[in-house]
């Protein structure tokens, strides 16, 4: 392999580290919020999603963006039936406004697989229902960005659910097989079928693309009885004169999507497993790895070797990819850049290397939207309170539940006297019994300036860290900490100070105190604890209480 050239720092990334949609600068490296899970969450019904039978609860809240960015989608899974099935409800959210509206569920529908339209004004998609057991998409419907004029295109008896806009953005392309084929008109007048004589009658449209200058477009088909081997083909964008340019064996089991390079020079094919599309999940299946190819369309039946173990995200401006792969000995995640044009990896540009943790949502070249550049959360804990810990938890060792906290501040001094529910003068009973490698705990949170943007991932710059040290070399039990300050170049917490800690078991009181460089009044504090329940493949499970969150 040469060695690692570096990208051009230009455009903006926009990237979901699950408690927000941020957009990144390259050129200044400024971060501004696009969306903030956080403020959604106060206006939207509870998310089910984790009590449900049928779709799994990777992040809070389901989101799925406009294509230019100005508008958002919101799946929430707010009802479910006897079967512990969800029913969806649906919102789209106006970044600039930060209004929220419903959009009306078409009648018998558990939900709506809506897919924006290029300009974003419509969305359109195939509704799904269950007939007994049955998961079953029968009808298309199209409705407005705004939740006005609601609209059944079509009914289809198939469960091929999945649909791509036609670039015109007056008609949908429902994924079906050959014979039924179609372009759906958006407003309700018909369809139109589409015939491509050189394909199979029973081929399938797995997925689909139109290129950038909407001239050609590149598809993917399965045939019946044949399930296990793809065709890709690259045709005028009205699918006249297809060429097939690769075919694959391939298991039956995955999905395809296919995506076009900005300079139409290459084609990225990614295949993840059927059921993570799917929204019926009862089933025990075996885990598939995702698997991604790169075809060369300028020459014609290549495809590019891509780094081992890697998983493309897409594209940048300039037509790299990017990518992530899992380190094997640390197990992190790591995220590089592909030239498909020399077959070399590239450099993260450093800055976006401290702040990216997984796959952007998009990489583009220009981005115009009126975005605050703090961001600051509401009714926050400041120092010189005392707070009041009004939610019950329940944790396996209770000197770990936290009462109240009361803190102030002399200068850049804070101090905190966290009250617990229970205390022990042996500080042996604070430990997990058979776990020695991680500790318990207690967190002090500091945000210098109450901005989300600035810090790690939750905005914090400080941790005053406290944590119960077992026994070791003839010492008892002990306190130990210290004051943290998080690292943006090396996205980690170096050590940053001393902390004074004392435990006073008769009144059940831990009293922390040290110097927080730039700590105001005007600073948000968090008050945490931790407890290891347990360790897996080297990372605890933890539980804790926290106040101020």
């Not at 790591?334 to 998009?362: K, V, W, Y």
Request: with cysteine; charged share 20%; proline share 6%.
């Amino acid at each position: 392999m040469s060695e690692p050239n570096l990208i051009g720092e230009d455009g903006f990334v926009i990237y979901d580290d699950t408690r927000n949609i941020l957009v990144f600068d390259l050129q200044t490296g400024q971060k501004k919020i696009l969306l903030s899970r956080q403020e959604l969450g106060s206006q939207l019904p509870e998310d089910r999603s984790i009590d449900s039978s049928t779709v799994e609860a990777r992040v809070p809240l389901r989101v799925f963006l406009s294509p230019d960015f100005t508008k958002a989608r919101i799946a929430i899974c707010a009802n479910l039936d006897e079967d512990f099935r969800c029913g969806f409800r649906e919102f789209v959210y106006d970044v600039a406004s930060k209004s929220l509206i419903e959009l009306r569920m078409p009648s018998a529908m558990y939900g709506v697989d809506w897919q924006w339209s290029p300009d974003g004004s419509k969305l359109a998609g195939a509704g799904w229902t269950y007939v007994d057991k049955t998961f079953t998409t029968p009808s298309y419907f199209v409705i407005n960005s705004d939740g006005t004029d609601l609209r059944q295109l079509s009914t289809l008896h198939t469960n091929d659910w999945r649909t791509v806009w036609h670039p015109g953005g007056q008609a949908i392309l429902p994924m079906t097989v050959q014979t039924r084929f179609d372009t759906v008109l958006t407003d309700g007048s018909g369809a139109s079928r589409i015939s491509i004589e050189e394909l199979n009658r029973s081929d399938k449209m797995e997925c689909l693309a139109f290129s950038p200058d909407y001239q050609q477009t590149a598809f993917v088909t399965r045939r019946a009885g044949n399930a296990d081997r793809d065709w890709a083909y690259i045709s005028r964008s009205d699918f006249e004169f297809p060429a097939m340019v690769f075919e694959m064996e391939i298991d039956a089991r995955y999905h395809c999507e296919i995506s076009w390079s900005p300079n139409q020079k290459f084609l990225h094919v990614h295949y993840r497993p059927a059921w993570e599309d799917s929204f019926d999940l009862e089933l025990q299946r075996t885990p598939l790895p995702p698997r991604d190819f790169v075809y060369d369309v300028e020459m014609t039946g290549t495809l590019l070797n891509l780094p081992e173990s890697a998983t493309m995200c897409g594209w940048t401006p300039d037509s790299k990819l990017i990518y992530t792969r899992n380190d094997p000995q640390t197990k992190a995640t790591i995220i590089e850049l592909f030239d498909p044009a020399t077959a070399t990896t590239l450099d993260l540009p450093d800055n976006l290397q401290n702040s990216l943790r997984g796959c952007p949502i998009a990489w583009v070249d220009q981005l115009t939207l009126n975005l605050p550049e703090e961001a600051q959360v509401a009714n926050v804990c400041r120092p010189g309170e005392t707070i009041q810990d009004i939610e019950e938890v329940s944790i396996t060792i209770p000197y770990y539940n936290i009462l109240e906290v009361s803190t102030s501040l002399e200068g850049e001094n804070l101090n905190a006297a966290i009250k617990l529910a229970a205390s022990s003068a042996d500080l042996k009973n604070y430990l997990t019994p058979g776990i020695d490698n991680f500790t318990n705990g207690w967190d002090v949170l500091v945000d210098i300036d109450n901005n989300i943007l600035t810090g790690d991932q939750a905005g914090i710059e400080y941790r005053l860290v406290t944590s119960i040290l077992p026994e070791a070399g003839g010492n008892r039990a002990r306190l130990g900490g210290g004051i943290l300050q998080f690292s943006e170049p090396t996205s980690s917490y170096i050590p940053a100070g001393e902390l004074t800690m004392s435990l006073d078991a008769t009144n059940n009181t831990l009293t922390l105190s040290g110097i927080v460089p730039g700590i105001t009044s005007d600073s948000r504090i968090v008050i945490t604890s931790r407890v290891i329940l347990s360790v897996t493949d080297s990372r605890p499970n933890m539980a804790g209480d926290i106040v101020c969150e």
